[in-house]
């Protein structure tokens, strides 16, 4: 096979070491080093020593960070590869170490990996950190619920939410041990008053003493959680000023808050030009069907494991545009819903897979977004849709004429 690159080196990343094969004109040289900074340092210098120009590495869990991280400073970004274990298993050939992927890399047999530059890394780990404390925010809430459904109080089933005021200083009295539920009860605000006689039903219960004390450590982690996220709101909203109007373009389609269009850009990004088209870029995140061909005939398959972030934010998406009313999202999933067995998650990952095209043709051209209607579908199979309402109403015995009406 023809060379491509006559100095390189394939990285093969572990916890504790990695194992270096340069390949250059005069030979093959393969040396282990550590993965401590100094250690890292040392495995630079012997790069340059030898000229390397271009270095592969197979992305192994979290462990080629670091490695990344000091190579970037070092070397040419462009130069520097983060391969996808799939890949290389994917050719034929001999176990996933150095010797292999410096060979596979000298010959142009590796692809490289979408590895954002710094300030987008940097930028992404704060964005996903911010999730993971919104998804722990949400599994306090449940545990609360939890506890008040062992203690008889059945305060979810009367209010929407119960992290609202009115149900947090009803929690805090009944943590101080307050349980008269004419008392509690007389602690709703706003609407809640509407429902003071279901309150005190709700209310009547059994609290005791390990209830209590569940009950405050509960509140005490939703509050710290709540003061971390919004500290981190502001973090990233700091971070996220050269990107205001990439923010304003996504804030227009229906389903996409000032959140969801964080994680896409902080996932992301705001140049597309990475991806070649947006068929390109769902491949990537997995959000389009697996292709899962064998004899011609197409099976079902599944979209795959992608971006496990992006895809989040875009089924969270997804669930809020499809209650949008008179639009193209809502008009596609109540089209694919009432058509597939195990309709919903399939209909909503259609939609998200909308979203992240729609997002991808926002941040190239810079366009403002134009609503397709929730008739989209009707105009654009009108015929069919005629034919079928035409042939319902002749089985039901009418005879049927259409005759086009005339614009007013």
């Not at 120009?53 to 992305?59: D, I, N, Q, T």
């Not at 061909?293 to 669930?319: C, F, V, Y």
């Not at 005629?386 to 086009?404: C, I, W």
Request: proline letters at 2%; aromatic letters at 6%; charged letters at 25%.
């Amino acid at each position: 096979m023809r060379v491509l690159h006559e100095r390189c080196c394939g990285l093969d990343v572990h916890k504790d070491t990695v194992v270096a094969c340069a390949i250059t004109p005069q030979g093959q040289k393969t040396r282990t080093f550590g993965t401590m900074t100094g250690d890292l340092e040392k495995l630079v210098q012997w790069l340059k020593e030898r000229g390397i120009r271009h270095v592969a590495m197979e992305s192994t869990g979290i462990y080629w960070i670091p490695v990344f991280n000091v190579l970037e400073e070092e070397l040419n970004p462009e130069a520097l590869m983060v391969v996808n274990a799939r890949h290389i298993k994917a050719v034929p050939g001999r176990k996933k170490d150095a010797e292999w992927i410096a060979d596979l890399l000298r010959h142009g047999m590796l692809r490289a990996s979408f590895i954002p530059d710094r300030k987008q890394r940097e930028l992404r780990e704060l964005v996903r950190h911010r999730r993971s404390l919104i998804n722990q925010h949400a599994q306090v809430l449940n545990r609360i619920q939890k506890v008040l459904e062992g203690a008889n109080i059945k305060l979810g089933s009367v209010a929407s939410k119960i992290n609202g005021v009115s149900c947090r200083e009803m929690l805090g009295e009944i943590v101080r041990g307050n349980q008269d539920p004419v008392a509690l009860a007389s602690l709703a605000r706003g609407r809640m008053k509407s429902k003071r006689e279901e309150l005190e039903r709700a209310l009547s219960g059994s609290v005791r003493p390990h209830h209590r004390f569940m009950l405050s450590s509960l509140l005490r982690q939703y509050e710290f959680l709540s003061e971390e996220i919004a500290a981190l709101d502001f973090e990233v909203a700091e971070r996220m000023r050269p990107f205001a109007a990439a923010l304003r373009l996504l804030d227009q389609v229906p389903g996409i808050g000032r959140r969801v269009a964080e994680a896409i850009i902080g996932e992301l990004g705001t140049d597309m030009t990475r991806w070649l088209t947006h068929a390109h870029l769902a491949s990537w995140a997995k959000m389009c069907p697996g292709n899962n061909q064998s004899g011609g005939k197409s099976r079902t398959a599944h979209t795959g494991r992608g971006n496990r972030w992006l895809r989040q934010a875009l089924i969270e998406a997804a669930r809020a545009a499809v209650r949008t009313k008179n639009s193209y999202l809502g008009a596609q999933y109540r089209r694919l819903k009432g058509r597939r067995k195990d309709a919903d998650n399939r209909a909503i990952v259609a939609v998200a897979h909308s979203i992240l095209v729609i997002a991808y043709h926002l941040l190239r051209d810079g366009t403002m977004y134009q609503d397709l209607g929730a008739d989209f579908f009707q105009q654009r199979d009108r015929e069919q849709v005629t034919k079928r309402a035409v042939n319902t109403l002749k089985r039901l015995g009418y005879e049927v004429s259409l005759e086009e009406a005339v614009a007013a």
